[in-house]
């Protein structure tokens, strides 16, 4: 099947690419920009003009909820709902139920998303032996099972013994360990960040040096390992600051943020508003400026969606007792654009962070429209308006804390290899 | 999902009596002086008014309480309201699903009010939130994040017996942290224009962003308590010796117990006011609590006029409508 795209504004920050132009698809892969290569014939024609052309979204950290919490969401759903947010590639974390700790549940977990067939989703592998931080899960594997890097998810390891040696074992394979800095202790039952809301509404809070001691502790062994490390989802601009100074020593350390904590703050918890509640929590308007800037100098290579669908009682209670994350699939896109138009980062550095930023980081092929690439790739309509809500949300899990935004952007086509996997007119 | 303050109706009136916080100066004076007007009630030989007869209020109790359900309780009979009391362990609903399930059983009951009491902060707005717009929800205390009616009867004493809050320092003293009394107190005092609130506790026991609702904090008890008209203790709880924080009752006592020898620093004819339970030797030497200054009891008293302003506010129901 070959597809010409015709007259897009081609973004691919990879290649440093920003150009009017079209572009042929082929066998699934990009053919040429520009100039049809000799003898293309196009099946389809999609004519792009006034719309962006961006490489498909990878996305470092989304839940599909299956297996294990299939009421909340399935691999079908979840895919479905990345296609229509114009995410090609989908990085799972372990903490499914089974954990992601032997090779048949992500040998499952990519089957069930090749039968789907809307995106690719890529199981991160679980760290220690059912996230429980005493023993090291089978890495070797999980590695040659597909994982592209390991993780305790949110599970904290407690024995500081235990991870050295897997950041060591992971180290000798050559594998990325994905870690999510969080003291259990200091951050004990709390729900909210420790500060002023937290102390107006009575909440039990998580203080900022949670993350800040446990990041200390994990770049110390990170340095003395050598491992190859990504912090997932950083929520403080202090966290921030201590990443920025390891890389600057040559820690081989890198970083992401959800698109999430780059907009809202504990601020936005208001009255108890429980499509607030996530972990870690929305700190203050000083840290999202300081991890707004962290993405702006590159310091946070990658924005990820921090996708943790839920179902509607899971939000339904008083704000403690209600369950942290919320639905992020489909407003990443949307609100990369927005980073642009508020004048966090340029277009091209808005896009890198949410593909070819992101790839890298785990070493996946994609998140480029290099000639020969895969051509997995979104069409976008950077004036379509629409209002976040419980109907247009695609994804099985409603609990956005955008609902009621009204947003710029939306992915008109979405082509996974070469396939449209989603379209729409809007 | 409506987040905003959930209090009030399109007009602006009470709905639901969640939190002092949001409601402005006015409204709080209108809450005392109508408590004012039923304070006397009490010393009537027929203690009641027909103000609610024929609304249906039921005690939501997810936490134990002998003192907040009882007051709540006669302020609503002497309204001439009916009352339903219901005690719900709250192991059994710690779930918001069987929460909910539970409300609407009782809409269909078709009450009134709900007065709630629940061990999660936020769980009044919560119910505030899901209720059918016919019924109004009163706070009895959720968590640790509100007892506005508790906050409400404090100020009412206070101005008892100081008057103008314009001239007065209050301090508070005790486990701020956990404290749902602490917060509203502050909430009432600040709106209600007091010269100075301060906070008095250590440091485990004290949020640290507590100076953003408008208080001096002291650590030293003797220093806090210097030149204050109004000295209110709170309880501590016995399970703060759990969880390292605190060394034991016997060390908090000798920093932060109230005995004559320290209520000395506060002005003369400085009242001591606690919500009580009291813990007697922990939180307070039992000569300041049944001492002259204390008017520990007559916030007992009061607690029932002011929940029948509240509960009388909410349902839109004032005295001038009585006579009928």
Same mark, same amino acid.
């Given at each position: ?66 297996? +294990? ?228 100098? +590159?310091?946070? +290579? ?94 099985? +899990? ?29 | ?48 008014? &027909? ?96 007892? &506005? ?52 506790? &250590? ?88 001492? &002259? ?32």
């Amino acid at each position: 099947m070959n597809i010409e795209i015709r007259n897009g504004r081609v973004i691919d920050p990879a290649n440093n690419l920003d150009m009017v132009t079209t572009l042929f698809i082929s066998n699934g892969r990009i053919a040429a920009l520009g100039q049809a290569p000799a003898g293309f014939k196009a099946d389809q024609t999609i004519d792009a003009t006034h719309r962006l052309v961006v490489p498909g979204l990878v996305d470092l950290q989304a839940r599909m909820r299956e297996p +294990g919490l299939e009421h909340k969401g399935t691999i079908a759903s979840e895919t479905r709902a990345a296609a229509a947010g114009g995410i090609t590639t989908l990085c799972c974390p372990p903490d499914t139920d089974p954990v992601l700790d032997t090779e048949s549940v992500a040998e499952q977990m990519r089957q069930r998303a090749h039968s789907a067939g809307f995106a690719r989703v890529i199981p991160i592998g679980a760290l220690t032996a059912g996230l429980k931080g005493e023993q090291l899960a089978e890495m070797q594997t999980l590695k040659d099972a597909g994982c592209v890097a390991m993780s305790n998810a949110r599970q904290p390891i407690l024995n500081t013994l235990v991870l050295r040696r897997a950041l060591e074992y992971a180290s000798t394979l050559g594998l990325t360990v994905v870690l999510h800095p969080e003291d259990p202790y200091l951050a004990s039952n709390g729900c909210i960040h420790e500060g002023m809301v937290s102390t107006r509404l009575g909440l039990p809070g998580i203080p900022e040096c949670a993350e800040v001691i446990a990041i200390s502790r994990d770049l110390r062994l990170i340095e003395q390992t050598g491992v190859r490390a990504h912090f997932a989802t950083l929520s403080s601009a202090r966290a921030v600051e201590m990443v920025a100074e390891a890389r600057a020593r040559g820690v081989p350390v890198t970083a992401d943020v959800s698109m999430q904590q780059l907009f809202l703050t504990e601020m936005d918890v208001n009255y108890f508003n429980s499509l607030c509640h996530v972990r870690p929590p929305f700190r203050t308007q000083r840290d999202r400026e300081g991890i707004r800037a962290a993405v702006a100098d +590159g310091v946070i +290579g990658a924005i990820c969606s921090d996708h943790q669908p839920h179902d509607v009682d899971a939000k339904l209670a008083p704000f403690a007792a209600t369950e942290p994350g919320s639905s992020g699939l489909e407003t990443l896109l949307p609100l990369a654009l927005r980073l642009t138009a508020e004048k966090v980062l340029s277009l091209s550095q808005a896009i890198a962070c949410v593909t070819c930023e992101p790839a890298r980081i785990f070493g996946i092929d994609a998140g480029t429209l290099s000639v020969g690439a895969r051509a997995d790739l979104c069409i976008v309509d950077p004036q379509a308006r629409w209002t976040v809500s419980e109907k247009t949300l695609i994804s099985r +899990g409603k609990n956005s804390p955008f609902l009621g935004w009204e947003l710029h952007g939306k992915a008109t086509h979405t082509l996974l290899e070469g396939r449209i996997v989603h379209e729409s007119c809007a | 999902m409506n987040t905003n303050n959930i209090q009030f109706d399109a007009q602006g009136n009470l709905r639901h009596f969640l939190s002092i916080e949001g409601l402005r100066r006015e409204k709080l004076v209108e809450i005392l002086d109508l408590a004012e007007s039923f304070a006397n009630i009490g010393d009537q030989a027929v203690k009641k008014v &027909p103000l609610l007869r024929g609304k249906t209020i039921v005690n939501l109790f997810f936490e134990t309480s002998t003192r907040t359900r009882t007051t709540f309780e006669l302020a609503a009979k002497r309204l001439s309201a009916d009352v339903l009391n219901i005690n719900i362990a709250t192991s059994a609903t710690s779930k918001g699903e069987s929460l909910l399930d539970m409300l609407h059983n009782l809409e269909a009951m078709h009450c009134d009010m709900f007065v709630v009491r629940h061990a999660d902060s936020g769980a009044a707005h919560f119910i505030a939130q899901h209720v059918a717009p016919h019924i109004s929800v009163i706070n009895a205390g959720d968590g640790r994040h509100a007892h &506005p009616t508790q906050g409400m009867l404090d100020a009412f004493t206070i101005r008892r017996h100081k008057g103008d809050f314009g001239r007065i320092r209050v301090a508070i003293v005790g486990d701020i942290l956990h404290s749902r009394v602490a917060r509203s107190e502050i909430h009432a005092l600040t709106t209600l224009g007091t010269a100075e609130v301060r906070v008095i506790g &250590p440091k485990t026991l004290i949020p640290k962003e507590i100076g953003s609702l408008g208080v001096h904090v002291y650590h030293d008890m003797t220093e806090g308590l210097k030149d204050v008209d109004v000295v209110i203790m709170l309880r501590l709880q016995k399970e703060r010796m759990t969880g390292a924080l605190l060394p034991s009752e016997n060390e908090y006592f000798i920093n932060y117990g109230l005995t004559e020898e320290k209520l000395a620093y506060a002005k003369s004819d400085a009242i001591v006011m606690h919500p009580g339970p009291i813990n007697r030797g922990v939180e307070i030497d039992s000569a300041v609590a049944d001492g &002259p200054q204390s008017v520990i009891l007559e916030q007992v008293s009061n607690g029932i006029a002011v929940r029948m302003a509240v509960m009388s506010m909410v349902l839109g129901r004032q005295p001038s409508e009585m006579e009928g």
